[in-house]
T-cell receptor
Framework: GENVEQHPSTLSVQEGDSAVIKCTYSDSASNYFPWYKQELGKRPQLIIDIRSNVGEKKDQRIAVTLNKTAKHFSLHITETQPEDSAVYFCARTDGLTFGKGTHLIIQP | EADIYQTPRYLVIGTGKKITLECSQTMGHDKMYWYQQDPGMELHLIHYSYGVNSTEKGDLSSESTVSRIRTEHFPLTLESARPSHTSQYLC??????????????FGPGTRLLVL
């Protein structure tokens, strides 16, 4: 089946700086693009998603952008805080495959 | 409160034993999934279901079976546990909304140790 490629695998940023994580997909029929956050020892939880009829969606400090031409979608976190430290996963539209995850480390 | 539940939360068992991991959801969702995940690592799909009497194999399905007799219940059985099965097992569910994928909601997980 189609996969999603997620980069980078690890991202370390200074507290207060921005972080960007990118996922690339190959299926042109994809129409749903979610991002999940998994804190240490906890279950993954959806933090933001976007459908193919919009190019960007924001929720306070987090945003997701979609480039259908280039077939990638990105998670943007601004003004990073210690509680943003976690593993972030993107997922394929059908929900059956997740990206390999990005370990986001917020340096004090 | 609508949620997704997994039991047991922790299990230590010997090699060769047959085990069943339980998953129940009170969210009324049609789709359910089982994933294997080592801490902080990639999620590997084991099995999934679109609804009652529907079961499909994922990438890691060869050593386990599932059943979906009731909408809310999706148990995973390992016929013969091996040390390589040591991992965390996550159950998830989502609505099947007219062909559009919806948010997956995850259970708290079962941590399995096979000696």
């Amino acid at each position: 089946g189609e996969n999603v490629e997620q980069h980078p695998s690890t991202l370390s940023v200074q507290e207060g700086d921005s972080a960007v994580i990118k996922c690339t997909y190959s299926d042109s029929a994809s129409n749903y693009f979610p991002w999940y956050k998994q804190e240490l020892g906890k279950r993954p939880q959806l933090i933001i998603d976007i459908r193919s009829n919009v190019g960007e969606k924001k929720d306070q400090r987090i945003a997701v952008t979609l480039n259908k031409t280039a077939k990638h979608f990105s998670l943007h976190i601004t003004e990073t805080q210690p509680e943003d430290s976690a593993v972030y996963f993107c997922a394929r539209t059908d929900g059956l495959t997740f990206g390999k995850g990005t370990h986001l480390i917020i340096q004090p | 409160e609508a949620d997704i539940y997994q039991t047991p939360r922790y299990l230590v068992i010997g090699t060769g034993k047959k085990i069943t991991l339980e998953c129940s959801q009170t969210m009324g969702h049609d789709k359910m999934y089982w994933y294997q995940q080592d801490p902080g690592m990639e999620l590997h799909l084991i099995h999934y279901s679109y609804g009652v009497n529907s079961t499909e194999k994922g990438d890691l399905s060869s050593e386990s079976t599932v059943s979906r007799i009731r909408t809310e219940h999706f148990p995973l059985t390992l016929e013969s546990a091996r040390p390589s099965h040591t991992s965390q097992y996550l159950c998830a569910s989502s609505e099947a909304a007219g062909g559009y994928q919806e948010t997956q909601y995850f259970g708290p997980g079962t941590r399995l140790l096979v000696l």
